[in-house]
């Protein structure tokens, strides 16, 4: 490779990035707007300064087409699955049973809004729960500024491992981690450290809002209990299993939740009259006529629980893995050279898809047996499932052409070496203080993209690039990128705008912008600060 | 209630943009095949079609609507 590394180079290497952060945060446009202009660029900057020819640019197109129709698939499975529970109204049973079992309000609040939304992002992701838990908190009476703001604070320590561990898998992609390596467990090891940290702290700030001190000793025994066993959990099956490290400890701790509410401490009636995010005027359940009176709580929780057994027994048992992981789909991809000697290298399987033991697999078969299920219980009005279907489309697309859009980008940057360049660019001007900046990077990809997998498409090959420039920690950084990206799923605006949509707030996102802002940017430069004194002095 | 045409919402106009960049990817993959640059290209032509609905509709047609 013989790209010359100068201003010029790397200013046109930046510009899409700089393009897609001035389209969003200045001009407010969507992902789906934005992505395309960044595209434009990419393309424009790989031909000419860059010296590819077109072929290579198609050729590398049709490697981000393929790779984002996996991510698609879960978009879209993920989220018929929520529909099947949403047509059968069964998110209403969930809430209700809740409150019945657990008398804490504080508990309540906590089992909804942390543990019961982060057990939704360990299976779909998306901004599904943040869309579920806000009307669901409404419902207790948490103000709905509150609802949106606990729900994107409960669901962000499990964007990386959650959805079957989809960002993580597209870090690992991205960065070209091999699965199972040192170097692979040793980046999900400080990912999870990173999250583990970001999960104790979401507990305790939500235990704040609910009554400041007094809440957060109320609260603090439970936030600890949980964490150990959500976020702890998470790190210990991060060097087992990747896929499961957030499911299985979300799943645990949705448990054990109601295991602590018989617990002397809060197996009382118990709340704070005063609680600043409360609505004490309204805290009557309007929805009361939709809820199907004969459906129970394990029958509302029944699609979630065959899409952990069947997860289970497909990604733990080595036969059934192994016959059905053989059957394998990858495509022929030729080899490619730009003018300044970059090759990309031909391949008869590039990135396979394992059909039978992919995410989205499982996910499709539990939303098909729950709609099955819950029509046949007449739980689903007729139109019901071709309902959850067209609505399964219509959220997917919005998000799927943003996502197409940005991982050719990201193919086109790789494949054309402006990523390479661009990490030189900082590495021989920042040195090892790239390190405080890493995790804003991740951060910066969540907020743009609303994703923590596009941002780490976007920006796993340039971390790893980066640190291996600057002869430090590539794990670490890893780590950093991908923990830097689930906190930017709490203020991203496509996520807000999701969570004030099903509020009935539209409109009053700004207001929560700004409290996000102020927790995650705190966060982020702690883990910066962690970072650059364990690995840059 | 007016019932919209799905095919006129943006949702309609990206599963659109969705058909147009699996049809290009299969031209691509065709191209690949036949060891043509020219059908190749014909792709990657097809694929910046199909992500530039959106800002195009966003931007061009229903502003113009309006």
């Known amino acids: 490779m013989n790209i010359p590394v100068n201003f010029a180079m790397w200013g046109m290497a930046f510009l899409p990035i700089i393009v897609l952060i001035v389209l969003m945060i200045k001009f407010h446009w969507g992902a789906t707007e934005a992505a395309p202009v960044g595209l434009l660029v990419t393309i424009f900057s790989a031909m000419t300064f860059y010296k590819a020819p077109a072929h290579l640019v198609a050729v590398e197109s049709a490697k981000g087409v393929w790779s984002s129709l996996v991510i698609l698939l879960i978009i879209w499975t993920a989220i018929l699955l929520y529909q099947a529970g949403e047509e059968a109204n069964a998110f209403l049973v969930i809430k209700n049973e809740l409150s019945k079992l657990i008398p804490n309000e504080l508990l309540l609040i906590l089992a909804l809004g942390w543990v019961f939304v982060s057990f939704l992002q360990g299976i779909t992701g998306f901004g599904v729960p943040v869309a579920v838990a806000a009307p669901l908190l409404i419902g207790l009476g948490v103000k709905p500024i509150y609802a949106v703001v606990i729900s994107l604070l409960g669901q962000a320590w499990g964007n990386t491992f959650g959805t079957l561990g989809a960002a993580w898998d597209a870090l690992a992609d991205s960065a070209g981690l091999n699965k199972g390596s040192e170097e692979y467990f040793k980046a999900a090891f400080w990912a999870a450290v990173f999250l583990l940290a970001w999960d104790v702290i979401t507990g ?76 004490r005027d309204k805290t009557e359940i309007q929805e009361e006529s939709n809820v199907p009176e004969d459906m129970s709580l394990f029958q509302a929780f029944l699609p979630y629980l ?69 029509k046949k219980k007449g739980w689903i009005k007729d139109g019901g499932v071709k309902s959850a279907f067209g609505n399964s489309i219509a959220m997917t697309m919005p998000s799927g052409m943003a996502v197409i859009g940005l991982v050719i980008m990201s193919k086109i940057m790789g494949g054309t070496g402006q990523t390479v360049v661009l990490s030189q660019g900082i590495a021989n001007v920042l040195g090892s203080k790239y390190l405080l900046l890493a995790p804003f990077v991740g951060l910066l990809g969540t907020f743009m993209t609303a994703s923590n997998m596009s941002s780490n498409i976007l920006f796993g090959g340039f971390q790893v690039t980066t640190a291996n420039l600057l002869n430090v920690s590539a794990p670490g950084v890893l780590g950093a990128q991908t923990a830097g990206g689930a906190i930017g799923a709490a203020v991203s605006p496509s996520k807000i705008i999701l969570g004030t949509t099903t509020a009935n707030i539209l409109g009053r996102e700004g207001e929560v912008l700004r409290i996000m802002l102020a927790i995650t940017i705190p966060a982020t430069i702690l883990i910066g600060a962690f970072l650059f004194i364990v690995f840059g002095l | 209630m007016e019932k919209s045409n799905f095919w006129k919402t943006k949702a309609g106009a990206l599963t659109i943009g969705f058909i147009i960049a699996m049809i290009s990817f299969v031209i691509t993959l065709v191209g690949i095949k036949m060891n043509s640059e020219m059908v190749q290209n014909l792709g990657l032509v097809l694929v910046i079609i199909a992500v530039l609905i959106s800002p195009v509709k966003v931007f061009i047609i229903d502003r113009k609507n309006k």
């Open chain 1, 204 to 279: 305790i700030i939500i235990c704040w809002f609910y009554g400041k001190g007094k809440a957060v000793k109320r609260g603090l025994p439970a936030v600890l209990v949980i964490s150990i066993i959500g976020g702890g959990g998470e790190l210990i099956l991060s060097q087992i299993n990747t896929t499961l490290s957030n499911f299985i400890p979300a799943v645990i701790a949705l448990v054990v939740v109601m295991l602590l509410c018989r617990m002397k401490m809060y197996n009382t009636e118990w709340k704070i009259d005063e609680s600043p995010i409360m609505d």
């Open chain 1, 306 to 374: 065959l899409l952990s057994v069947m997860t289970l027994v497909v990604l733990a048992v080595p036969s059934i893995n192994h016959a059905l992981g053989s059957i394998q789909i990858g495509i022929t991809v030729p080899e490619t050279r730009t003018g300044y000697g970059i090759v990309n290298a031909a391949s008869n399987n590039y990135s396979p898809i394992a059909i039978f033991t992919q995410a989205s697999m499982f996910l499709f078969l539990a939303a098909i047996i729950a709609l099955v299920y819950y």
